[in-house]
Antibody, heavy 115, light 108 residues
Framework: QVQLVEYGGGLVKPGGSLRLSCAAS????????MHWVRQAPGKGLEWVSY????????YYADSVKGRFTISRDNAKNSLYLQMSSLRADDTAVYYC????????WGQGTLVTVSS | SYVLTQALSVSVAPGRTASITCGGN??????VHWYQQKPGQAPVLVIS???DRPSGIPERFSGSKSGNTATLTISRVEAGDEADYYC???????????FGGGTKLTVL
């Protein structure tokens, strides 16, 4: 069965950095676009970034462009999100999501940006 | 940037039909996906590509589009359907994924 497991979240100070990882299993990872989607406490879903199946194309929401970098390692069935210059409004649960139609979601990892 | 508009809340009695709408300019040219999110849980895809129902989703869930509006319809609503519902599209002009603001479905 398809599984997406995120890890790497935690408490970080404003201006700090954090790297999220997502371990994928149960499907051919290299065949799928992958996304990161976040949800601030009590708020709606916000798309963060996506990466094509080969890793050649990457796109970012305006709110994170220039601060976050998405990447993948198809040999390791893993998706990453390198986050830098973190701000309080980056505080959210970050979900790893499969495919253009976002058909499978991980359980999310909480990132808290606070001094 | 592309915007999807959803009502903040919809209320419906058990056994009745709930309609949750998602408005967007030229949404007819885009594929719309719908997600259900219950408190403390990750979203679940309930309708893909406007009207396709993934395996395991009850037939009570259906999707449609007309003009600048997409609609998620839940027939014979049950207490367990109470959740937040989000629509999503891919905006090819910006290569961005866009979510609606979400609609909270309350079962009376």
């Amino acid at each position: 069965q398809v599984q997406l497991v995120e890890y790497g979240g935690g408490l970080v100070k404003p201006g700090g950095s954090l790297r999220l990882s997502c371990a994928a299993s149960g499907f051919s990872f290299s065949d799928y676009y992958m996304h990161w989607v976040r949800q601030a406490p009590g708020k709606g879903l916000e798309w963060v970034s996506y990466i094509s199946s080969s890793g050649a194309a990457m796109y970012y929401a305006d709110s994170v462009k220039g601060r976050f970098t998405i990447s993948r390692d198809n040999a390791k069935n893993s998706l990453y999100l390198q986050m830098s210059s973190l701000r309080a409004d980056d505080t959210a649960v970050y979900y790893c999501v499969r495919g253009r139609e976002s058909d499978y979601w991980g359980q999310g990892t909480l990132v808290t940006v606070s001094s | 940037s592309y915007v999807l508009t959803q009502a903040l809340s919809v209320s419906v009695a058990p056994g009745r039909t709930a309609s949750i709408t998602c408005g967007g300019n030229n949404i007819g040219t885009k594929s719309v996906h719908w997600y259900q999110q219950k408190p403390g849980q990750a979203p679940v895809l309930v309708i893909s590509y406007d009207s396709d129902r993934p395996s395991g989703i009850p037939e009570r869930f259906s999707g449609s589009k007309s003009g600048n509006t997409a609609t998620l319809t839940i027939s014979r609503v049950e207490a367990g359907d109470e959740a937040d519902y989000y629509c999503q599209v891919w905006d090819s002009s910006s290569d961005h994924v866009v979510f609606g603001g979400g609609t909270k479905l309350t079962v009376l």
